[in-house]
Every structure is written in C-alpha cells, then in structure tokens.
C-alpha cells in the first residue's frame, strides 16, 4: 500500500512559517490522475483541506488560506511539502497529508498518520 508520513517542527511561533514535508512510499507523486494534499483538524473541529499539488505540480489552493499556503515538491525525493506563513494561535491542528483521487473531488484513499501543530510563543 501507498504509505505516507508528515514530519516538521510541532511547535511554531506566531507570525512564523509552518513547514511540513509529507514523505511519500510504495507509490510516486508523479502517477496520473492522483492529487497530494494537505488537511487540518483543530481541536474541537472538523477537517479542513488546505490545498493540493497534483501529479503533474498544478497547485490548488483554499480560498481562505490561499494567501498564507504554498504547496510544493521535489519529485526525486518523492516528497512534497506545505508552507503556510503568518501563523496564529487558530492555525493549531493535527495536520495529515493524504492522496486525494483526482484534482478536484475530495476523495482520499490513503492517509499519513498526522501531526500534531502548535502555534505558541
């Protein structure tokens, strides 16, 4: 099975830049027709999707994260990775990378396991 793992710093500072790579296994970034994305939970919450990068690097993004989210990779890593700026407090969540069947449905087939994000000073 495809497999994938979050990994980045828990702990932010305010104001800083939230970096996450998600590394991907037993599956490439590459293969039409998948997407890769990037999906919070806050505490209390339900998820939210970021944004996602497809197969062939076209990025989609959150309207209301758009601004503060950048999505990229590195295809001989096989990895691609989430850069949110400006961080608050609100932007505390367990954040999962996943792989989400086409570029537009939210259906996703495989999961990382998630972690745990914390914006504090």
């Known amino acids: 099975q495809v497999q994938l793992q979050e990994s980045g710093p828990g702990l932010v500072k305010p104001s800083q830049t939230l970096s996450l790579t998600c590394t991907v296994s037993?599956?490439?970034?590459?293969?039409?027709?998948?997407?890769w994305s990037w999906i919070r939970q806050p505490p209390g919450k339900g998820l939210e999707c970021l944004g996602v990068?497809?197969?062939?690097?076209?990025?989609y993004y959150s309207p209301s994260l758009k601004s503060r989210t950048s999505i990229s990779r590195d295809t001989s890593k096989n990895h691609f990775s989430l850069q949110l700026s400006s961080v608050t407090p609100e932007d505390t969540a367990v954040y999962y990378c996943?792989?989400?069947?086409?570029?537009?449905?939210?259906?996703?087939?495989?999961w990382g396991q998630g972690t745990q994000v914390t914006v504090s000073s």
């Open positions: 996943a792989r989400q069947i086409g570029t537009q449905a939210r259906w996703y087939d495989y």
């Open positions: 037993n599956g490439s970034i590459t293969t039409s027709y998948y997407a």
């Open positions: 990068i497809a197969y062939d690097g076209s990025t």
